[in-house]
């Protein structure tokens, strides 16, 4: 094998294990997408962060509060969709809709809410089961 063959062998091996990582942290695999709950409760934080933004909810149900954390799509994208760093703020009554977590924790992906003054805040996402970003096997 010629020293030229080689690196080009150990290049595209760094490449592909460098993005390994990028396309796992991209599935929605953890959610059960065919599944749509609706939540109401008060946000506790928005988190714009990256890689994904966040809605931090606190559910009261039969005198218990119940904390879901749910993960919306990256800042830059809600950007595009309309949204700012101050679309939400703690302290607000909001309705949401997600699909839960396969594990049945209390988080789930986030598909749109509705604020206790009607406006409404959209993903993008399909809401009738049809599952985005999931590996087929």
Not at 80 to 94: I, M, P
Not at 125 to 136: A, D, F, H
């Amino acid at each position: 094998m010629t020293k030229a063959l080689a690196a080009s062998l150990i290049a595209g091996t760094l490449v592909l294990a460098a993005a390994g990582p990028a396309v796992a942290h991209h599935s929605f695999a953890m959610f059960d997408q065919t599944k749509v709950i609706t939540l109401s409760g008060t946000v506790r934080e928005f988190q714009w962060t990256n890689p994904h933004a966040f809605i931090e909810l606190d559910v009261a149900n039969g005198g218990k509060t119940r904390h879901w954390s749910i993960e919306l799509n990256s800042p830059n994208n809600l950007k595009r969709q309309g949204w700012h760093r101050t679309s939400l703020k703690g302290g607000e009554t909001v309705s949401v809709r997600i699909a839960p977590l396969r594990n049945g924790q209390p988080g789930g992906l986030f598909l749109d809410l509705r604020k206790a003054n009607g406006q409404q805040l959209d993903s993008g996402l399909p809401k009738n089961g049809t599952p985005v970003n999931v590996p087929r096997l």
